[in-house]
C-alpha cells in the first residue's frame, strides 16, 4: 500500500539479494538535510569475502527448523559445524532468492532443498526468517546507539526485481510481513527504480569509470538503468521529468543472467570433467569443501587480473581425490588431463590454473544474454534520444562487463556509479522517503477480469459457449484493465461494472487475470495466468441482476482495487501486485 512516509520517524530498506543482503536507513529529518546521508550496517567477518555493507543470502536453522544465524556468522557457524561433524542436526541454505524467478508455481506451501540437497523445508519459512533477522539486526543496532525506534515507526521498503512474477512479489510482501514488519508501514520498491532514483543525487564528477557530460538534472534526459545483480539482469529505461520525477519509457525486461549464472557455469565446467556422481557426492558428503569451492571461485570472479595470461584458484583436492578414487578408480589429475580441457586447465598442488581466455569465456553467455536484451529494448524506435545507459548492481563492477557493453554501444555513454553494488539499497531509502518519484510507468503484462457476454457464433470460440438462466453466453472472457506495453499514470483508476449472472447470488467473486499477450481474448489460454480473486458478499439476495462497481488503482509498485456494491454500498478493497 502506497503510503506518506512523512508519518514516519525513520525510512528503512531492505535489499534482499541473491548473493549478498542488507539494509540501509535515515532519519526524516536528515533526509530533509542531506538525501544521501543513508546509513548501512558494517557486517563483520573472519572471511575474506566481506563486502562492508552487505552480508551473504545464506540462513542456518536447527533441527526443531528454529533460527541460528544468518550471513556470514552463518557460514562460519555452518562450517563449524561441519568440522564437529554435527551438521546432519541442522539445515543451511544460500542463494535461494532465485527459486522464486519465473516459477509459475510459487505457493506458501513451495518447499526449498538445503545446501546437501538431502532436506527441505518451506520456502516461507527460510525467507520469513531471514527477513525477520534483518529488521532486527537493525532495531537492535539503533538501540546501541542510543536512537529508540519502534518498528510501527519506520517506513520499510522491501526491493524485488521489476521482472518478477505478481506472485513472486506477493510472496516477497507475505514473508516480510510474516517477519513482523505492520502490513501499513511496508511499500514494495523495483529494484531499478531504486537504483535510478539514487543517481539523480550524485554529481557527475562522483561516478567512477564514467564517460564524462551525464546530467542527471537535465529534464527531459532518457537514460537506460541496467540492474546486474547476483541472479538477475532488469533492465529499464526513465526519463527525467519535471520536479525531480522520473518516467518509465519501456516496460522492465530480464532474465537470470546476473552473476551466479557464471558460479553455475563453472560448476557444470567440474562436472563435465570429473562427472556429475563426484560434484553431487562432494555437496551431499563433503559440504564444508564445496562450500569452500564456490567460496573461493566468488572470489577469484570478483578479483580476476585480465593483465595476467592465468587464473589461479584453490579447489578441495582432498575431497576430490577421494572421491575421484571412488567413482573412476582414478585421481583428479588424470581425469583434468584426459578431458577435452586438458590444454586449459593444469592442477598444481592444490589449485588448479586456468589460461585467462578460456576463464573469461565463463562469463561470455551471461555478457551476451545481457547485450542482446539490451539491443532487443534498443530496437523500439521510441528510445531513440536515448543517449546514456546506467550500469548498476554487483555485476556491473565486472571489467569484461564494461568493456562489452562499451564495444557494443560505442555511441552510448555509460554511467557506472561509485556505489554500483549499493544503489539499490540506498536507492529504495529515497524512494521510501518519497514514494511518488515515479510518476508513470509502463505495463509489463496485460492484466483483466473473467467476465462473460452475449453468445455470438461469429465471434467467440464455442468451446466457451455456456446458459446463464435461459440465456446464451460466452464464459471465460479476459475482460481487459490495462494491456501490455500501455503507459499508466501513478495511482490511475479504471472503472468497471460487472453484474450478477444468476438469482439470488449471495456473493461475487472478481477473478483477476494477467496475459503475457497485448490483447487477450479468454482466461484460459496458454499466456494467461490466474492471479487473485477478491470476493464481495451481499447481505440479502434479489431477484434481479445485482450490479457492483470495480475501481482499479494502477501504476503503482502494488496496485489494488475497490468494489461497491450499487444495492446496499458495501465496499471491499484488495491489494495485489500488477506490476
Known amino acids: 500500500m502506497m503510503t506518506d512516509s512523512r508519518n514516519y520517524l525513520m525510512v528503512a530498506a531492505i535489499d534482499f539479494g541473491t548473493t549478498y543482503s542488507g539494509y540501509s536507513f535515515s532519519l526524516r529529518d536528515e533526509f530533509l538535510k542531506n538525501p544521501l546521508q543513508i546509513h548501512t550496517a558494517t557486517w563483520k567477518t573472519t572471511c575474506r569475502l566481506s563486502t562492508g555493507e552487505k552480508t551473504p543470502t545464506c540462513l542456518l536453522l536447527n533441527k526443531k527448523r528454529e533460527f541460528v544465524a544468518f550471513g556470514y556468522d552463518a557460514e562460519d557457524r555452518w562450517t563449524d559445524l561441519i568440522l564437529d561433524k554435527e551438521q ?27 545446501i546437501t540437497g538431502t532436506k527441505h523445508l518451506p520456502a516461507f519459512d527460510v525467507f520469513k526468517l531471514s527477513i525477520r533477522f534483518l529488521v532486527e539486526h537493525l532495531l537492535k543496532m ?3 546507539r542510543g536512537k529508540i525506534v519502534h518498528n510501527d515507526e519506520v517506513q520499510w521498503v522491501l526491493t524485488v526485481p521489476a521482472i518478477w ?32 532514483i539514487f543517481c539523480q543525487f550524485l554529481q557527475t564528477e562522483k561516478k567512477d569509470c564514467s564517460e564524462p557530460g551525464f546530467t542527471v538534472t537535465a529534464e527531459g534526459t532518457e537514460y537506460m538503468v541496467v540492474d546486474l545483480g547476483g541472479g538477475t539482469a532488469d533492465i529499464t ?78 579447489i578441495p583436492v582432498v575431497a576430490l581425490e577421494k572421491l575421484c578414487q571412488k567413482v573412476h578408480k ?37 555478457i551476451n544474454d545481457v547485450i542482446s536484451l539490451i539491443k532487443e529494448i534498443f530496437r523500439n524506435k521510441t528510445l531513440k534520444d536515448v543517449t546514456h545507459m546506467l550500469l548498476v548492481g554487483g555485476f556491473s ?39 511518488h518519484y515515479i510518476t508513470s510507468r509502463i505495463m509489463r503484462r496485460s492484466y483483466g477480469v473473467k467476465t462473460n457476454l452475449p453468445w455470438n457464433e461469429k465471434k467467440y470460440d464455442r468451446k466457451h459457449y455456456v446458459v446463464m438462466e435461459k440465456e446464451e453466453r460466452c464464459d471465460n472472457i479476459f475482460s481487459l484493465i490495462v494491456g501490455k506495453d500501455d503507459s499508466v499514470e501513478a495511482g490511475m483508476i479504471v472503472k468497471k461494472s460487472f453484474f450478477t449472472p444468476y438469482k439470488h447470488q449471495d456473493k461475487m467473486d472478481i477473478m483477476v487475470y494477467v496475459s503475457e499477450e497485448t490483447i487477450p481474448e479468454y482466461v484460459d489460454d496458454d499466456r494467461c495466468t490466474w492471479l487473485c480473486t477478491p470476493t464481495i458478499e451481499f447481505e440479502d439476495t434479489c431477484e434481479e441482476r445485482r450490479w457492483v462497481d470495480v475501481e482499479f488503482i494502477l501504476g503503482n509498485t502494488e496496485n489494488g482495487l475497490k468494489a461497491v456494491d450499487r444495492n446496499s454500498g458495501k465496499a471491499i478493497s484488495a491489494d495485489f501486485n500488477l506490476i
Do not use: W
Open 88 to 114: 546432519d542436526d541442522y539445515y543451511y541454505f544460500q542463494r535461494f532468492k532465485m527459486n522464486l524467478h519465473n516459477n509459475k508455481n510459487i505457493t506458501s506451501s513451495m518447499m526449498l532443498e538445503d
Open 142 to 144: 539503533l538501540d546501541t
Open 165 to 196: 512474477t505478481d506472485k513472486a512479489k506477493k510472496f516477497m510482501r507475505s514473508c516480510a510481513e510474516a517477519a513482523g514488519i505492520p502490513a501499513n508501514n511496508l511499500i514494495v520498491a523495483l529494484e531499478p527504480e531504486a537504483a535510478s
Open 237 to 314: 529505461v526513465h526519463q527525467k521529468a519535471a520536479n525531480c520525477h522520473l518516467k518509465e519509457k519501456h516496460r522492465a525486461m530480464g532474465n537470470d543472467c546476473g552473476g551466479t549464472s557464471i558460479d553455475k557455469r563453472f560448476l557444470k565446467l567440474l562436472e563435465k570433467i570429473v562427472g556429475d556422481t563426484v560434484m553431487k557426492s562432494l555437496k551431499e558428503e563433503s559440504p564444508l569443501a564445496y562450500l569452500d569451492l564456490v567460496r573461493e571461485f566468488e572470489t577469484v570472479k570478483r578479483t580476476v587480473d585480465n593483465e595476467k595470461p592465468k587464473v589461479t584458484m584453490s
Open 330 to 366: 582414478t585421481d583428479l589429475e588424470s581425469l583434468i588431463n584426459t578431458s577435452s580441457y586438458s590444454k586449459e586447465i593444469q592442477l598444481t598442488y592444490d589449485k588448479i590454473r586456468m589460461n585467462l581466455d578460456f576463464f573469461n569465456k565463463l562469463f561470455m553467455p551471461s
Open 397 to 435: 563492477d565486472c571489467k569484461l562487463m564494461q568493456k562489452a557493453v562499451r564495444q557494443e554501444f560505442p555511441e552510448k555513454r555509460i554511467i557506472i556509479p561509485g556505489e554500483a553494488s549499493l544503489s539499490v539499497m540506498k536507492g529504495a531509502v529515497l524512494f521510501g522517503h518519497r514514494p
